[in-house]
């Protein structure tokens, strides 16, 4: 790839990260789970709605985790990673500009376009991360994966702000308004922003060389998922440090994702403002940005194992510091210690995976990749309960956590990158010898 094609590539990718992040701040994070509660919900028990919400996520996210391998596994063999992507997008951007429609007690409605939104956007994530060893170089792959994140943070970020200003500001202005408008329109306004920034990565990003083997041939796209699924698991201790890798971000991943669910509801148990928790949660998505960024710069001296060592360490304290928040500038404090180490973890865990994955059979690894993403969601906040229902407040729950960071710590230290990475590059090279 020409060197100008190639950073026209690296910035398209980037870019998808800005525009589709903006589902996980206004959709997942901020917006719809108010609005699912006080409007969409509103005819239910306020117990009954919390639950329906949290029964939403928990079927949206197993969906993902049990396709996202098969379609990973197709997307190889049909060489159509960006295809595949581009129905996710569709599939999500549809669902999103949907919830428009959503007013008081369409709670059935509100989660089944919020299942198929999700479905969209982690699915199209599977192949998005797919194409990032495709566009970089090993060198590389940290410095990109840290980039897309900081673009992430900041596109989220700022259509968020916009979004609550929309919410909170204009309705003082048109008092007749419809109270619900601003909302539903911040639907539309995220399905119009994450459709205009995934057009460069349609247009710039070329679709990786496909690579079968000799003894696939004629058969169909699912036979032939299927098949090589069954030879990753059969070969699975030939990816001995990937999968130790996979079980290490399960871990540490559940306490990362249980800080990020649970720190409002929790700051809101402790007697946290609301202006502080949506003061802090902007504060998080422009902060991470330049630390993503760091990150990137910081595995390129030290290493990509000891950057997330680091990280993990920076997430351990948050727990423990948890555990004595009391007032506003705590909850800032320790927000702005998620920002400095948020962006980092999750980008150099997608490009450490990157770089121990044979390049053709990138979507299936990182299917598998979603799969254990998805499934930290369930032990973390779960631990996160049983701690806070036996001790009757959530003090000692937060600390719980630093279990996930100690065993994640533990079993990362038992992954031998170098190695991993050479098991890849021998796989790569016997799939094209095979079928020279």
């Known amino acids: 790839m020409a060197t100008k094609s190639k950073k026209k590539a690296i910035w398209a990718w980037t870019m998808y990260d800005w525009g589709n992040s903006a589902f996980a701040t206004t959709i997942m994070a901020a917006v719809l789970p108010v609005y699912y509660s006080s409007v969409a919900a509103s005819n239910l028990p306020a117990h009954q709605a919390t639950a329906n919400w949290g029964f939403t996520c928990s079927i949206a996210a197993l969906i993902v985790a049990v396709i996202s391998p098969l379609l990973g596994a197709v997307a190889d063999f049909k060489g159509a990673k960006k295809k595949f992507m581009a129905f996710f997008v569709f599939l999500g951007v549809t669902a999103t500009a949907l919830l428009y429609f959503v007013k008081t007690g369409d709670w059935k409605l509100a989660s089944a376009l919020y299942i198929f939104g999700n479905i969209g956007f982690a699915g199209s994530l599977v192949f998005y991360d797919a194409l990032l060893p495709h566009i970089t170089t090993p060198k590389e792959i940290d410095q990109v994966s840290s980039r897309g994140f900081a673009m992430g943070y900041i596109g989220g970020g700022l259509l968020l702000a916009i979004n609550l200003a929309m919410i909170m500001m204009l309705p003082n202005f048109f008092p007749d308004m419809d109270p619900t408008l601003m909302s539903r329109l911040s639907f539309v306004s995220v399905a119009i922003w994450w459709l205009v920034f995934t057009i460069p990565a349609m247009r710039y990003i070329s679709e990786p060389q496909r690579k079968i083997m000799k003894e696939e041939a004629g058969m169909n796209p699912v036979q032939v998922s299927f098949r090589r699924l069954a030879v990753t698991f059969k070969d699975i201790h030939n990816f001995r440090d990937l999968f130790l890798f996979l079980l290490a971000f399960f871990l540490y991943t559940n306490g990362i994702g249980t800080i990020i669910t649970m720190s409002t509801i929790y700051g809101t148990e402790i007697g946290i403002g609301q202006t502080t928790l949506i003061g802090t949660l902007l504060m998080v998505q422009f902060v991470a940005a330049p630390f993503a960024i760091a990150f990137g710069w910081l595995a390129k001296k030290i290493g990509t194992k000891t950057s997330i060592y680091i990280s993990l360490l920076v997430y351990t304290l948050i727990a ?33 995976i990157g770089r121990m994955m044979p390049k053709s059979k990138s979507a299936e690894f990182y299917g598998f990749f979603s799969v254990f993403e998805k499934f930290s969601s369930i032990a973390g906040p779960a631990l996160f309960g049983l701690v806070s229902t036996l001790m009757g407040e959530s003090r000692l729950s937060i600390v719980s956590l630093v279990i996930f960071f100690i065993l994640g710590i533990y079993v990362l230290s038992r992954v031998n990158v170098e190695r991993g990475i050479k098991v890849a590059e021998e796989d790569e090279k016997a799939l094209i010898s095979a079928n020279e």
């Open 320 to 352: 423990i510091g948890g555990y004595f928040m009391s007032t506003a500038w705590h909850f800032w404090a320790l927000g702005f210690a998620v920002a400095t180490v948020q962006g980092g973890s999750q980008a150099l865990s997608r490009s450490l």
